[in-house]
């Protein structure tokens, strides 16, 4: 199952029924959980742990040090979950002893070819990062996150469940839960709401996430007076809680 031309550490921990194509690189302090499959000419450097049933494809790098100009070598990590989709080219990198020492990234995404994800970033699970889509440092991305081509987010933003970004989107600020944004720099488009009625929303349930848009979008509040009348509505089902708490956590401002 491992290609007599690829270069595998002594250290590296293989699970059961892994594949590793030629030339591929593993490098010291890696583990590859059960089932996963790593193509040709791919390079894998740790201290790196992935999960079970991972495609990798070929050229992408994983576990890389990060390319921070305060990175000096330090011991830091990159962590993958299960069934996972790296496509060609994809970078992504370690962290930082300057933040959580870490990258780490959930379940099931696919990150489409020429993806990059920086150093200390957190991806949640089932995200779709179209081709070129980039990471900068220290990002923090929520669960069902679609990032068109060619999407930038900047450092330290953070993107809510559920949101979208259309191509070639320059995101400086926080994202909404369920909200989409466009542009560049980028504007609120309104909500997700195909998305929404792919995951078996209820009318009545995006009605409410669409007038939750509009209080904080289209009625001219401060942010604080719209998150105050939000939490005063008297049924808020936990979309909408997580739709507020998206507001309530923001750290730079969000897209308006």
Partial sequence: MIHQTAVVDPSVVIGEGVTIGPYSVIG???????????????????PTTL???????QFASVG????????K??????????DNVIREYVTLQRGTIQDRRETRIGDRNLFMAYVHVGHDCIVGSDTVFANNATLAGHVMIGNGVILGGFSAVSQRCRIGDYAMS?????????????VMVQGNLAQARGM??????????????????????KIVYR??????????????????????????????????????
Avoid: W
């Fill in 166 to 178: 259309a191509m070639c989107t320059a995101i400086n600020q926080d994202v909404p839960a369920f």
């Fill in 28 to 46: 010291a302090d890696v583990t590859i959980g059960a089932g996963c499959k790593i193509g040709p000419h791919v390079v894998v450097n740790g």
């Fill in 64 to 71: 890389e040090a990060c390319q921070d100009k305060k990175y």
């Fill in 192 to 213: 997700n709401v195909e998305g929404m009625r792919r995951r078996g929303y209820s009318p009545e349930l995006i009605k409410q996430l669409r007038q939750a848009y």
């Fill in 51 to 57: 999960g079970k049933r991972n495609t990798i494809f």
């Fill in 73 to 82: 070598g330090e011991p830091t990590t990159l962590v993958v979950g299960d």
């Fill in 219 to 256: 009625q001219g509040h401060r942010l604080a007076d719209a998150i105050a009348q939000l939490e005063a509505l008297p049924e808020k089902s936990p979309e909408l809680s997580m739709f507020i708490d998206s507001l309530k956590s923001s750290q730079r401002g969000i897209i308006r």
